[in-house]
């Protein structure tokens, strides 16, 4: 069974850091894309980052980049996502997904691990 | 502000169609860039419905489709269940970036 979970998130500080993990199992995790989405309470999806299944290409909404930092290790069949000088405007519930190639759709999507910017 | 523009909401009784609008521009949609759609029920995580703009995952049923035209997509949902009750997303591709639009709630009446 695909399987992706998330783990790292919790409360922390305005100007704060965090980083994010995602495990992956029950495919082959060297060979797809991986993304990260989040959604602010209420709110709807957006769009954090994505990354190639070499790390060859890597991409950022505009909210996040130079702040955000995605990575992956195929070895370990892992995801990140190394946030930096947290916003309150960063809180959210972050998902990652897979994707069969950066351009293509998420499926399927980790269950989601909660992140709260608050002093 | 959502790149991609749906109706806030939409309902319908059961046993009836309803459908779901997803608006663009030449930027993304109308680019020729594929439309994706997800449903997401009430606290849980988003799940694919429809890929590449009419393309149902396995397990979906036939009561959902896609299409696509020009730099608009649409969801509909046919035979419509309390089960639908739902938060629909649609998605494309713009500029090296991710778009998804502002969601839309469907309420069975």
């Known amino acids: 069974e695909v399987q992706l979970v998330e783990s790292g998130g919790g409360l922390v500080k305005p100007g704060g850091s965090l980083r994010l993990s995602c495990a992956a199992s029950?495919?082959?995790?060297?060979?797809?894309?991986m993304n990260w989405v989040r959604q602010a309470p209420g709110k709807g999806l957006e769009w954090v980052s994505s990354i190639s299944s070499s790390s060859s290409y890597i991409y950022y909404a505009d909210s996040v980049k130079g702040r955000f930092t995605i990575s992956r290790d195929n070895a370990k069949n892992s995801l990140y996502l190394q946030m930096n000088s947290l916003r309150a405007e960063d809180t959210a519930v972050y998902y990652c997904?897979?994707?069969?190639?950066?351009?293509?759709?998420?499926?399927?999507w980790g269950q989601g691990t909660l992140v709260t910017v608050s002093s | 502000q959502s790149v991609l523009t749906q109706p806030p909401s939409v309902s319908g009784a059961p046993g009836q169609r309803v459908t779901i609008s997803c608006t663009g521009s030449?930027?993304?949609?109308?680019?020729?860039?594929?439309v994706h759609w997800y449903q997401q029920l009430p606290g849980t995580a988003p799940k694919l419905l429809i890929y590449g703009n009419s393309n149902r995952p396995s397990g979906v049923p036939d009561r959902f489709s896609g299409s696509k035209s020009g730099t608009s997509a649409s969801l509909a949902i046919t035979g419509l269940q309390a089960e639908d009750e739902a938060d629909y997303y649609c998605q494309s591709y713009d500029s090296s970036r991710w778009v998804f639009g502002g969601g839309t709630k469907l309420t069975v009446l």
């Open positions: 030449s930027s993304n949609i109308g680019a020729g860039y594929d």
């Open positions: 029950g495919f082959t995790f060297s060979s797809y894309s």
């Open positions: 997904a897979r994707s069969p190639t950066v351009t293509d759709w998420f499926d399927p």
